[in-house]
C-alpha cells in the first residue's frame, strides 16, 4: 500500500459537508467547554495532531492534483474557524476561572487584626544587654562562663579557702558525687580566672551571667539569679579608675545618682570594697518634704548595690599574671537588685513567674 492509499484511507470523505460537520461538533464541544482543562481535552481532540482535522490536512498532499488547492482551503478555513472559537473561550473561561478564584481567597483587609500579644524580653534578660552595652561602648568584652563550674574556679583560684564560709553546704548548690568538685557557680567571679587563664593581657571584660545559691525563695531572694561582673588587669591600675568606672555606670543605669565606695572585705579583693548607692527613694521623698521612715534604705540614706576592689595579688599570681607588673580591679553585682532599684520592681519572685505582663509594664512599655 502506497502513502497515497494509506492517507485516502484515513480521510475518505473528504468533502465539504464532512469538513462542515468535523468542524461543527468541534465548535459544539468549544461552547460545553466549561473550564480550561475540559478546553485543553477539546483541542486535543478536534484540532491537535490526531484529530480528524489534522489527519486530513495531512492527506491533502496524496489527493489528485486537481483537488488539492480546494480541499486545502476548506480543511484551512475549518481549522482556523476552530481555532478562534477555541481561543475565545479560553479567553472568557479563564477570566471566569480567575474571578471566581479572585471571590474565594478574597482577604478582608478591614477586618480587626489578631489580637495576639506579641510578648516582651525578660526584663532581666534586658537589663543585662543594657549593662553590657555600657562596657562594649567603653571597648571592653564581654566573656562567659559555664554555670557548671569547678569548685577550684569558683572559690580556690578566688583566694575562698576550703573553710571560707561561702563554701558551707548551705549556701552552695553541689554537683553529685562530691568527687567531682563540681559546683553550680554562686557567683559570676569564677569568670574572672577563666579571663585570666585564657586572654592575653591586658583584660577588659564583663561578664553578665546566671549564678545559684541554696537560697530561700522570698520577696528579697531567689536561688537562681543573675550578676554581672567586672574585671580589668593593666599596667597601673587603680583605685580611682574603679570609683570612675562604677559612676559612669550608675550615671547611665540611674541617672544623676551618687554613689560611694565604703571599706568592706572580699577575698578575691584587696583592698575591697561594697559600693552605695544614694538611696533615690529617700532623696525624693526629701526633696518632696516627706517625713518618716525610708523603707528602702531604713533611713540610711545609702543602699547597697554590689561588691568590688582592687584584685588580690594572690588571686593575679594564681593566674600566673605578676602581680609586680599588673594590677587591675574587679567588680560583681546583683542583676535583679539592680532591676529593683531602676524599675522600682519590688518583689523579686515577680522575675521568676513568667507573667508577660511584668515583662510588658517594665521592657515593653519603656522600650
Ligand atoms: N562575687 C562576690 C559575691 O557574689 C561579689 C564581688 C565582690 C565581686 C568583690 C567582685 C569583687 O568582683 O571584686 O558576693
Known sequence: MSDRETAATAAPALDEATIERWVEEALAAVAAAE????????????VAEKSPLALANRSIGGLEASRRKAVGALVGQAKARVNRALAERETAVAAAELATQLVAERVDVTLPVGSTPVGA???????????????????????EGPEVEAEWMNFDALNIGPHHPARATSDTLFVEPLSSHLV?????????????????????????????????????????FHQIEGLVVDRGITLGHLKGTLDHLAQVMFGDVRTRIRPSYFPLTE????????????????????????RTCHSEGWIEWGGCGVVNPRVLAACGIDPEEYSGFAFGMGVERTLMFRNG???????VEGDVRFSQALVGGAR
Open 121 to 143: 524580653p525578660h526584663p532581666i534578660t534586658a537589663l543585662m544587654d543594657d549593662l553590657g552595652d555600657v562596657f562594649l561602648a567603653m571597648g571592653w568584652e564581654i566573656a
Open 35 to 46: 473550564s480550561t482543562a475540559q478546553l485543553k481535552r477539546v483541542r486535543a481532540q478536534h
Open 271 to 294: 583592698p575591697s570594697a561594697e559600693i552605695d548607692l544614694e538611696c533615690f527613694v529617700c532623696r525624693d521623698r526629701r526633696r518632696s518634704g516627706a517625713e518618716g521612715e525610708c
Open 184 to 224: 553550680l557557680r554562686t557567683h559570676t567571679s569564677p569568670v574572672q580566672i577563666r579571663s585570666m587563664l585564657s586572654r592575653p593581657l591586658p583584660i577588659y571584660i564583663v561578664c553578665p551571667g546566671t549564678t545559684y545559691r541554696a537560697d530561700e525563695f522570698d520577696a528579697t531572694h531567689v536561688p537562681v
Open 345 to 351: 520592681a519590688a518583689d523579686m519572685r515577680d522575675m
